[in-house]
């Protein structure tokens, strides 16, 4: 049965509706997941420390797409709640146009500078070919790592989740194939991982282009449009929190690194890395259903149906508290398979691995109030506090705890500081819920 982004939202129906956005971001993160685990296993500790250090420069690049994609289908969707289909189809298109220019943009920079980049990052000797070559390929393609990002939100936003989801399985399944073909088989290394990655991401990019140029039963379809700054700069606005959440992840990622090194050394880094796998699974549940509800909260606030506004609110704390608790206990019994699935071939990593999972784990509980409050605000087109949630709970909360636990704890102040981080954004994120009620009328 069709779930139209009109409707009352009961718990099935939301359930039903963002299960598609939540197994399409489970897939996404399969990327960097499987790609750690052949190069961890098949290739060796060094080279996987090398893909970690430049991972986060290449997420940055990438969540560009993401900004463009969570703010242009707030105001889509914004717009098709105000009865513009014609309207919302040629915003839909600026959208697109945009991605590519910034995408082909952002390629050439960082396949140009990745060699000092990675120095920049903290690469060693032993790690630069490594870091460069994958970077380099990554980078290459990084404009249908772009459009996929912008593609899952715009298949909600067009009532076609199912097809964004198979998109993504498509993307995956190829990436799992290609990674043991290139790395266990064929022996390329770093670069092996990276040509899987970016194939499977030309795949969830480049396909739903093709179904969007032309008619098709969804609310969006790509019309003849010329580019018009005020609405791109409102789209990119209203996507900033998004796009800082990312790229303050990434910063701090970085931030991680160096202590990490500092205090731990290559260990520390690998460590990480499988912390960050980990999270990204955790998070892809909680960022899939941000994203399939956003397009429904601006629909009913362009609308004007605010009781339903209400509805989504409460319903979805509820759902993210949950499921946070869940996720908590889920990850305590999970963190000894997991560690010795990446890293069971060396046992001071593995029992270093262990103990950073068990800790990180409380973060959690949190994490999923934080990101739905700053996606809430985006879906009601309000990227200011978006923004400003995004940017306390990702960057200074989390860069002042990386930074100054670690002088009264070690390297357990490294792991603690994430849960520090999030329950500071928890008394923000509140306290603009509840300030901002009166305006937005829920």
Not at 190 to 207: K, Y
Request: glycine share 10%.
């Amino acid at each position: 049965m069709k779930i139209k982004i009109s409707e009352h939202f009961t718990y099935t129906k939301l359930f039903q509706f963002c299960l598609p956005t939540i197994a399409m971001m489970l897939c996404t993160s399969l990327y960097g997941i499987v790609d750690g685990y052949f190069v961890s296993n098949y290739v060796g500790k060094t080279a996987f420390a090398s893909v970690n250090l430049i991972m986060p420069f290449l997420m940055i690049l990438g969540c560009f797409g993401f900004m463009i994609g969570t703010g242009g289908s707030a105001l889509v969707g914004k717009t098709l709640g105000e009865g513009s289909v014609e309207r919302a189809n040629r915003y839909f298109t600026m959208m697109i146009y945009l991605t590519l220019i910034i995408g082909l943009i952002l390629s050439i920079i960082g396949f140009i500078f990745m060699r000092p980049i990675s120095y920049l990052l903290g690469a060693t000797d032993i790690m630069i070919d490594d870091c460069v070559i994958y970077g380099r390929i990554m980078c290459a393609f990084n404009t249908a790592f772009m459009l996929q990002y912008l593609f899952q939100s715009f298949f909600v936003t067009a009532e076609k989740p199912q097809l964004g989801f198979i998109t993504t399985i498509a993307a995956g399944l190829t990436n799992v194939v290609l990674d043991a073909i290139f790395i266990a088989v064929f022996h390329w290394g770093a670069a092996g991982a990276a040509w899987a990655s970016v194939i499977g991401q030309c795949i969830g990019g480049i396909l739903p282009l093709f179904y969007f140029l032309r008619p098709n039963a969804s609310l969006l379809c790509l019309k003849k449009t010329k580019l018009e700054a005020a609405i791109i700069l409102k789209a990119c606005f209203n996507g900033s929190s998004e796009l800082m959440t990312n790229i303050s992840s990434s910063v701090v990622g970085m931030l991680y690194n160096f202590q990490l090194l500092k205090y731990s050394g290559e260990n520390g880094i690998a460590a990480y890395g499988v912390v960050m796998y980990t999270q990204m699974i955790f998070a892809a549940i909680f960022l899939g259903y941000t994203i399939g509800t956003g397009p429904v909260i601006s629909y009913h606030y362009g609308a004007g149906n605010y009781k339903e506004l209400r509805n989504m609110l409460k319903k979805s704390l509820l759902i993210m508290f949950t499921s946070g608790i869940a996720m908590l206990l889920l990850a305590w019994v999970l963190a000894s398979p997991l560690s010795d699935f990446f890293v069971g071939y060396d046992a001071e990593l593995l029992q270093m691995t262990k103990h950073a999972l068990n800790i990180y784990a409380f973060s959690f509980v949190l994490y999923g109030i934080n990101i739905f409050a700053s996606s809430f605000f985006t879906a009601l087109n309000n990227g200011g506090v978006s923004a400003i949630i995004a940017f306390l709970r990702t960057l200074v909360f989390q860069t002042l705890a990386v930074l100054f636990l670690p002088f009264l704890l070690g390297l357990e102040g490294i792991w603690w500081a994430i849960t520090i981080a999030e329950t500071l954004a928890l008394i923000i994120s509140c306290a603009l819920l509840l300030g901002k009620k009166k305006k937005y009328h829920y």
